[in-house]
């Protein structure tokens, strides 16, 4: 069955450190991978998608992913987070021939700390 | 271009009684899919609706069902409601083709006593 692993549940970082949030899928098959995120009192927002071509991929705000087959990985970056980046993330993965079903992971909360 | 609305924002209900969740879709997408998202949990898909018919299910039990209409709004039934029914309920809107992006709604807050 298909799943997503998020490492860190829980991250606190001071303003202008850099940021490495980590997601691991577990799926045989060619898969489009996300990022969502969902700041305070919002709703879920796209960050990035990766769905084929260039592994990097760029997203709004300054976020990137990379995407390692080998290890089955899509972790998230941010070279230098701000106060306003204080949200909770999440990777999800869905099958390339499946364009319903999202698989979540549980979630990342990440706080900037001004 | 309006995005995902969803209603009622929060709705109490107690056990064993019945909740339609309304979504009405972004403008120009077709396909809408639902998610329950538990406390401290990642969502999770409950079915995707496409030409108002149900294409594709998660792992829920039957008496959680739903509703595409022609506009492409859709809704989400819930018989018999259970206490661990109580959760945020997501919508999300996207254009069928090969691949699609969700975009999500707000939610609808579930909670059941």
């Known amino acids: 069955a298909q799943s997503v692993s998020q490492h860190n549940h829980h991250v606190i970082l001071s303003e202008a450190a850099s940021l490495e949030l980590g997601c691991n899928y577990s799926?045989?098959?060619?898969?489009?991978l996300f990022w969502y995120v969902q700041y305070p009192g919002q709703h879920l927002q796209l960050l990035l998608k990766?769905?084929?071509?260039?592994?990097l991929v760029k997203g709004i705000k300054g976020f990137e992913a990379e995407f390692i087959k080998s290890k089955f990985s899509f972790n998230l970056r941010k070279p230098s987070v701000q106060w306003s980046d204080t949200a909770e993330y999440f990777c999800?993965?869905?099958?390339?021939?499946?364009?319903?079903?999202?698989?979540f992971g549980q979630g990342t909360t990440l706080q900037v700390k001004p | 271009e309006t995005g995902v609305t969803q209603s009622p924002t929060h709705l109490i209900k107690t056990r064993g009684q019945q909740v339609t969740l309304r979504c009405s879709s972004q403008?120009?997408?077709?396909?809408v899919s639902w998610y329950q998202q538990a406390l401290g949990q990642g969502p999770q898909f409950i079915f995707q609706?496409?030409?108002?018919?149900?294409?594709g299910r998660g792992n829920f039990p039957p008496r959680f069902s739903g509703l595409q209409f022609p506009n492409y709004s859709s809704e989400l039934n819930v018989n018999a409601l259970e206490l661990d029914d109580s959760a945020l309920y997501l919508c999300?809107?996207?254009?069928?083709?090969?691949?699609?992006?969700?975009?999500f709604g707000p939610g609808t807050r579930l909670t059941v006593l």
């Open positions: 609706y496409y030409r108002e018919e149900e294409n």
């Open positions: 403008s120009g997408h077709n396909t």
């Open positions: 999800a993965v869905r099958s390339s021939s499946n364009t319903g079903k999202l698989i």
């Open positions: 999300a809107s996207s254009l069928r083709g090969s691949p699609d992006t969700q975009y």
């Open positions: 990766y769905f084929s071509g260039d592994p």
């Open positions: 799926y045989g098959g060619t898969v489009n």
